[in-house]
């Protein structure tokens, strides 16, 4: 897992970067969030995977987070999760981004123990808006 972040870390232009972590840390939220039960073991993992980022962001991690974790809230709460996670994945051009998304969705999702029915629709739905085909 640490091999394929700092791949990631590697590509594409510094402002590029920037954004599409923003996007995995709100992808990543969002399947923390979408089973209505936020365990201290996926927040741990999401953390985790954030202070080991450099970032170069316009806010902190820790700020930028915790606005994520609102608009993530709100799609929910307003059943906008797909226009949400939409949005969001127009923001991973770097296919690397695409692939390693579907990865740390998955570990986010099985981190505690168990993989709910809203995030395995949510898993689906992500696998189908970025056309993986997994092998």
């Given at each position: 897992m640490k091999k394929i972040v700092q791949s990631i870390l590697e590509s594409s232009n510094p402002e590029l970067q920037q954004k599409q972590k923003e996007a995995l840390l709100a992808i990543a939220t969002l399947f923390s969030q979408v089973d209505g039960k936020i365990r201290?073991?996926?927040?741990?993992?999401?953390?985790?995977?954030?202070?080991?980022?450099?970032?170069?962001?316009?806010?902190?991690?820790?700020?930028?987070?915790?606005?994520?974790?609102?608009?993530?809230?709100?799609?929910?709460?307003?059943n906008n999760i797909e226009k949400y996670l939409i949005s969001l994945i127009d923001q991973?051009?770097?296919?690397?981004?695409?692939?390693?998304?579907i990865t740390f969705a998955k570990y986010v999702s099985e981190i505690?123990?168990?993989?709910?029915?809203?995030?395995?629709?949510?898993?689906?739905?992500?696998?189908?808006?970025?056309?993986?085909d997994e092998h």
């Open positions: 201290l073991s996926e927040q741990d993992y999401i953390d985790i995977w954030l202070n080991g980022l450099e970032w170069n962001g316009k806010f902190d991690r820790q700020t930028t987070h915790k606005l994520i974790i609102t608009q993530s809230r709100t799609a929910i709460e307003n991973l051009s770097d296919r690397v981004y695409q692939d390693f998304v505690d123990g168990e993989v709910a029915t809203e995030e395995k629709e949510l898993l689906a739905l992500l696998t189908k808006l970025l056309n993986y």
